[in-house]
């Protein structure tokens, strides 16, 4: 079970962290006066130094161009004094040593200097958990099998998105996980090509349900981002391994078959899953799935053009964007209405991905505060971990 010990960052400046961010949106929407907002980040401090997005794309750049001419100096002695097989031993313990000095100098400018999400603590744990895996793998004997590398990377992508909540790493383990899967299956003889499909859509269908499962406990409230990642990638990978094109192009590829076996419930998959995504999304008023499925949909479209040209491309396209343009018309007006659970105004860009409804703790527990005109209070508020809604 994922614990705060394991975390490299300051878990209460974590809750801050969110609890300021949502506080800068109530007041921007005008729900706390500007004295009340002030009082409350006060009594919430996190002093983690994350820049905006400008200035951390250039802390990056610049942290990503140091540790690129080191390995150029380093590429251009090994080049000049060694050369053959040696020479792949060599640069193994080079990526080792340079994988340690990045993850000491990471772990100092996350304990010292308290960075958070700078751009320089992102390269310096991409380069330490990406060489780290590249040197074992360099030191260790030739495998002609993929299997055993990706089981030398998948524990340490998991623990990179673990420590730092990491969301890169996080899709990257999930995707070393499921090739994993996948690989072994293929290995069953004469049974690869009919279990590969139900095997992804089986895994992408475990790997949701156990997100949507613990995503809601508050001890784990740190990783929400990374539980929405699987979330998000796990409903993608669930559709692709069903879908008609993916398979029919995997078994050519793979096994040489002009036409897949079971064609009639892949193009069954192909054509209801994405209606099934909106269904739920709009059941159960979640954005995320209705997204999902309207990019299933425009896929599914895409799939079934590649094998049935019913028109020429340029009419079928004027049509699709017709169709597209009267559908997101009906829809703007429909959600004009004040549909309870959805609204047609913009989504707000700074809402928080760990604790939304953490501010919520604010106003039940706040009251012992003076503040210096109106009383800050949210009768009724509820709270229960990551993803977990609040009335207001």
Known sequence: MLQKNMLAYNPQWLDN?????????WFKKNLITQEQSFLIQQHYP???????????????????ILLGAAQLFFWVVVGLATGGDEMFGIVGFFYLIQ????????????????????????ILLYTTVGEMIAGICLLSPYIDDPIPYFC???????????????????????????????????????????????TGIGFSLTAYFLVRKYQKLHHLRYWSGNFQIVEIVSLITFYLSGNFLFIQESAEELFGLPVVPMGWFFWTFTLSVPLGYMYLGLKN???????IGLGCVAFAVFTFRTYFHVMPLPYAASLAGGFLFV??????QYLKKG???FTYEPEDT????FLEAEALVVAQTFGHAQTPENDLSFGGGKFGGGGAGGDF
């Open 285 to 291: 008023k979640d954005r995320g799935m209705l997204w």
């Open 327 to 332: 559908l997101a018309y009906v829809a703007i």
């Open 99 to 122: 994988s340690m000095g990045c993850f000491f100098i990471l772990e100092s400018f996350i304990k010292r200097r308290h960075h958070y999400a700078s751009g320089i603590d992102d």
């Open 339 to 341: 549909i309870p659970g």
């Open 350 to 353: 700074n809402k928080p991905v």
């Open 17 to 25: 962290t969110q609890i300021q961010e949502q506080i800068k949106n």
């Open 152 to 198: 030398i990377g998948l524990p340490f992508l998991v623990i990179g998105a673990v420590r730092y909540i990491d969301r890169i790493l996080t899709l990257l383990a999930y995707g070393c996980l499921l090739t994993i899967v996948l690989l072994i299956v293929n290995k069953i003889p004469g049974l690869a090509l009919y279990l590969l499909p139900f």
């Open 46 to 64: 996190a002093s983690f130094y994350t820049p905006n997005a400008f200035i951390r794309i250039g802390l990056g750049f610049f942290a990503a």
